[in-house]
């Protein structure tokens, strides 16, 4: 699985403002290009029985909390990651 970018943030957006399709209808994605300031972590085990983590900018956060039930990732400093 891909590791979480430090560097950039890993959300996805469609050309219309809709973020992540959750398993929906798969339009046009761009990745988001802002600096991310948190590493979300599925708190339960994903379907392919491991955590998907990704990095969130301030504005992808927001738009994740929005449409993600509560309690459905934690949230960490990506200075906490190991490495660079
Ligand atoms: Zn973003």
């Not at 991310?36 to 927001?62: H, R």
């Amino acid at each position: 699985m891909t590791p979480p970018d430090k560097n950039q943030c890993q959300a996805k957006k469609t050309a219309g403002y809709n973020f992540m399709t959750l398993g929906g209808r798969v339009g046009e994605m761009v990745r988001c290009t802002n600096k991310p300031i948190v590493i979300a972590t599925e708190a339960k085990l994903g379907t392919d029985d491991q955590f998907g983590s990704m990095s969130l900018c301030a504005e992808c956060l927001n738009a994740f909390i929005e449409q993600t039930p509560k309690g459905y990732a934690i949230f960490s400093d990506p200075k906490d990651l190991p490495g660079t």
